[in-house]
């Protein structure tokens, strides 16, 4: 049986590791490693225990430092561990620092690499996410990619050889875990005290965790007051490193509209998205999850991430700015059913059969 290293470290990597690990397995032995960026209860162990994802083989525990420091030590703690374990095959997603750092360790030793949610591309390297999915994609041998618009970018870049589309996992996941939802999950919603968040009837979701609308208070008040105008309370889950800003702000200001909760699990999540009106934030998971649930989405970030959910306003960008984001949700929005950008929910069967045909 082939043996095929998977390293994730973040959230969103939890959410398709769930979907493609549960397949993947049937054929090969899977050794998965945790580079530990996302550390907190609530960022990483949680989405283990409720997506029931096998436990890590090995956790790095990596996190905190500059972009250079993190990578650095990255690397080496991957290196050791396939040193180990000789795997046939790196598996990796999305585009976060522990992605980059686990294809180099990996193409250095001539282990093949193996990129899920490859093709995305949103024009600047300004952006650290951007240069991690080109050198990611350009060190792969096999590419999956989620939308027509990701293996548009990768014929521009002259490797569309070994690109497949196979649809997004993001999607398998919404889809099979929507299905199970039964408001239990909600009961994970707690306030910064450790309480459980009674929600209103209507509501609208929020997520803000980029440092660019979080590192001053002038930009994320922007994003607050907006939210306060609305007709219906915000329910924002708050990152840990933005949770003293975000109190304080409510506090000083007396915003009684915004519903400041600690972080959340998948499930609860996608129940909020389900459940709001509109969403209201700066991640490229969540913004295509709004679009997966037909809700409109406002997407406080200054570059498109994923176009195909851009069609009839349903995602339109916004400045952190308190004007421009009620404009936008003000828009008249309408989703077609028969557009189905992101597959047809069986990425991850699509994914191993082409492993499955890279070993012949």
Known sequence: MKKICTVVGARPQFIKLAMVSRVLRKTFREVLIHTGQHYDH?????FFEEMEIPKPDY???VSGGTHGEMT???IAGIEAVLLKEKPDMLLVFGDTNSTMAAALAAVKLHIPVCHVEAGGRIGTLDNPEEVNRIVTDHVASLRFVCTPSGMEFLVNEGIADAS????DPMYD???YYTERLDGTELRDLLDFSGAPLALPERLYYMTCHRQENTDTDEKLDQIF???EALDAPAVYPVHPRNHERAERLCREKGYRNILLSQPVGYQCSISLVNRAEKVVTDSGGLQREAFFAGKPCVTV???VAWPETMVNHCNQLAEPDKADILQKLGADVSFDPDYQPFGDGHSA?????KIEEFFG
């Open 225 to 227: 007051q907006a939210m």
């Open 349 to 353: 069967e699509k994914i191993v059969e």
């Open 301 to 303: 970030f200054n570059r």
């Open 42 to 46: 609530n960022m990483s162990d949680v």
């Open 164 to 167: 497949y589309l196979v649809g």
């Open 59 to 61: 956790n790095l525990g």
């Open 173 to 175: 996941a919404f889809r």
């Open 72 to 74: 650095g030590r990255m």
